[in-house]
């Protein structure tokens, strides 16, 4: 047999095409998002989507301009993690009603 070669279906993140986002005040502190991202394997599940109704009402607004000032630059959330955000990768392309996606794979750059 020969060499096997990986998918062509590129993880959003590994495209460059997603983004993970948590906001810090100027004291470095979190803002209050209902969770911090690193704690998502950690709790329930609903505490991730971007419309939480277990939430403070402080992190329910704080999670709706998250959302306005991403959608305002052209970002798409993935709804069920309030903190990731695509622009360019498939995701994105599907959401933004997009013939394609901008990113793709880095060794498409490389063939030949």
Same mark, same amino acid.
Request: aromatic fraction near 12%; charged fraction near 20%.
């Given at each position: %047999?020969?060499?096997?070669?990986?998918?062509?279906?590129?993880?959003?993140?590994?495209?460059?095409?997603?983004?993970?986002?948590?906001?810090?005040?100027?004291?470095?502190?979190?803002?209050? %998002?209902? %969770?911090?991202?690193?704690?998502?394997?950690? &709790?329930?599940?609903?505490?991730?989507?971007?419309?939480?109704?277990?939430?403070s009402d402080v992190a329910?607004?704080?999670?709706?301009?998250?959302?306005? &000032?991403?959608?305002?630059?052209?970002?798409?959330?993935?709804?069920?993690?309030?903190?990731?955000?695509?622009?360019?990768?498939?995701?994105?392309?599907?959401?933004?009603?997009?013939?394609?996606?901008?990113?793709?794979?880095?060794?498409?750059?490389?063939?030949n």
């Open positions: %047999m020969g060499a096997t070669t990986g998918t062509k279906n590129i993880p959003a993140h590994n495209s460059g095409g997603a983004i993970d986002i948590e906001i810090i005040t100027a004291e470095e502190e979190l803002v209050d %998002m209902g %969770m911090a991202v690193k704690d998502w394997g950690k &709790v329930d599940p609903e505490l991730c989507l971007i419309e939480c109704s277990s939430i329910k607004q704080n999670r709706a301009i998250l959302l306005d &000032v991403m959608k305002y630059q052209g970002f798409v959330n993935y709804s069920t993690e309030w903190w990731h955000f695509s622009y360019g990768d498939r995701y994105w392309a599907y959401h933004q009603n997009a013939g394609n996606a901008i990113y793709g794979s880095a060794d498409t750059i490389f063939e």
